[in-house]
């Protein structure tokens, strides 16, 4: 009997919704998202500012508790998961921001060592190798022991990629993480996402209003005022 190839989820989403405040402060962000991701792919999600897109992100990884649907992350329940339960989902993710988040008074690859240190039984000198190494796969392994301060902006957020993917997550969320570049860092910082990410198999979701790196997507989402609008496979992906 032929078996049927079925892609497996690593991010369900059904009948999602979000909100604000409370009493007649409360309000909805987030309306009915129904979302699957599989292993691997790459999604963007756009849409215009205020529509949701941080706070689903925020959803995804564990930075926020859910309060109505059901929302599983590698096969966790975050809807009403406890504050362990997000603390353990969180250590599973990888995470690029807009501002990089770097820690000023460390190093790059004492930066990119403190992606390691969430998890045990690793030696002092296996996180040394794996940071310097995944450092040199973001192309920087002349600048292991520069402080942020003398890195540009494009090298500050491949210092951010490195320490996201050195403990090789499932997920990557990034927000905005071409926001503070020019057009080209930016270019060459999701490419090097985009090929990082198939190297280890990880799924990508990235939050973007920046529509020339649209094309890396295999998906892209659109949200509308806190409804998920378009979900469909990007053209440039229907061409590979
Ligand atoms: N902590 C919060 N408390 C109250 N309201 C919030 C909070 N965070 C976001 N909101 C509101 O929720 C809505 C969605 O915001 P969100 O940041 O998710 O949008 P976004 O699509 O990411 O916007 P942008 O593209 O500008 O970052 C907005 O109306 C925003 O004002």
Do not use: W
Request: glycine share 8%.
């Amino acid at each position: 009997m032929e078996t049927t190839y079925s892609p497996k989820p690593v991010i369900s989403i059904q009948n999602l919704d979000h909100y604000f405040g409370q009493g007649q402060l409360r309000k909805q962000v987030l309306f009915n998202i129904n979302l699957t991701i599989n292993a691997g792919e790459i999604i963007i999600m756009t849409g215009p500012s205020g529509s949701g897109k941080t706070t689903l992100l925020t959803l995804v990884g564990g930075l926020r508790s859910a309060q109505s649907g059901s929302l599983q992350v590698l096969d966790r329940e975050l809807c009403h998961a406890s504050s362990e339960e997000l603390t353990q989902a969180r250590r599973s993710n990888g995470y690029i921001f807009q501002a990089h988040n770097l820690h000023g008074s460390l190093t790059a690859i004492q930066n990119v060592r403190m992606g390691l240190e969430v998890h045990h039984g690793i030696t002092p000198q296996e996180m040394l190798t794996r940071s310097q190494a995944m450092l040199a796969a973001v192309g920087l392994e002349h600048r292991l022991n520069y402080y942020p301060d003398s890195l540009s902006g494009g090298q500050k957020q491949r210092v951010a990629i490195a320490r996201a993917l050195v403990n090789q997550p499932k997920i990557v969320l990034a927000d905005e993480p071409t926001a503070a570049l020019d057009k080209q860092s930016g270019r060459d910082v999701v490419e090097l996402m985009q090929k990082l990410a198939k190297e280890q198999g990880c799924t990508i979701l990235l939050v973007t209003h920046d529509n020339r790196i649209l094309d890396i997507a295999d998906r892209i989402i659109y949200m509308e005022d806190g409804h998920l609008v378009r979900d469909g496979v990007s053209a440039v992906a229907m061409e590979k």
